[in-house]
């Protein structure tokens, strides 16, 4: 068994974490060994998740919790965030053109396309009152 | 928390936004407020100078999407410059230079509108 290293942060939900949420993905993606390009593409995916659970799942409710889990396992990283609230259903995601999205002036759907194009693996688990996003990006 | 300052300067009749810091769900109202402040005066030959932008996600792009068309539709534009390589991949990502004028400076972007 590869030994594995854990690291949490808790925080409440709202958008003035989000440079803290940052600033805990890339130091430790930092020093799981990974290169820049791919710090700087796991932090947005995880800020944009959570910026997600902030506008979609908490509807801008301050002082929910969000749990940020970082595992390195062999030459992967796990991220696995935790919340309770609304349920994201990814059956019911379709993926944007920017041409609509411009004449119809919507701008949501864009953060999960990231996460889709920069993530190795992406998977949402809903048990009972807890949502997880389990993402992996290889070293 | 996330850092987010614009400095506005004039040339000609182009409004040039200088960015700084990180554009994110945090930041993204401040651009907003100031790209509406500039439509309301009809302000709309915009360039904006991004290299001072040290991150953008997507609650930054959705900022140009949602004003674009009302600036354009008074023969306006917004074009961008300067951005540093990471910044310009999260632009590229998402197809945004099909649609918009992203060019390497802002020499450019001000002879994009002449």
Redesign the interface.
Known sequence: MPSIKEHTLRISAS??E??KI?RFVADHARKFGFG??DI?DIT?CV??AC?NI??HAYQWKKGKPIHIQLAMKGNEMLVTIIDEGKPFDPDSYQVPT??E???R?N??G??I??IR??MDHVEYLNRKSRNEIRMTKKR | ???FEIRKRTQSEVTILDIYG?L???TAPILENELKQLIEKKYVHIVVNGSGLE?I???G???F??Y??DIRSQNGDIKIANLKP?VF??FD????P??YDIVDNEEEALTRFK
Request: glycine share 6%; charged share 30%.
């Open positions: 958008t003035e989000l440079e940052r820049e390009a700087s947005l800020d944009e910026t902030i506008k920017l041409e999205q411009l004449s002036k701008r949501s864009y953060g396309l990231l194009k920069l | 928390m996330s850092k990180e994110d769900a945090h991150y996600s997507s609650a792009l959705g900022v999407m949602a674009i068309e990471k991949n999260v990502l998402l197809g945004f099909t649609l």
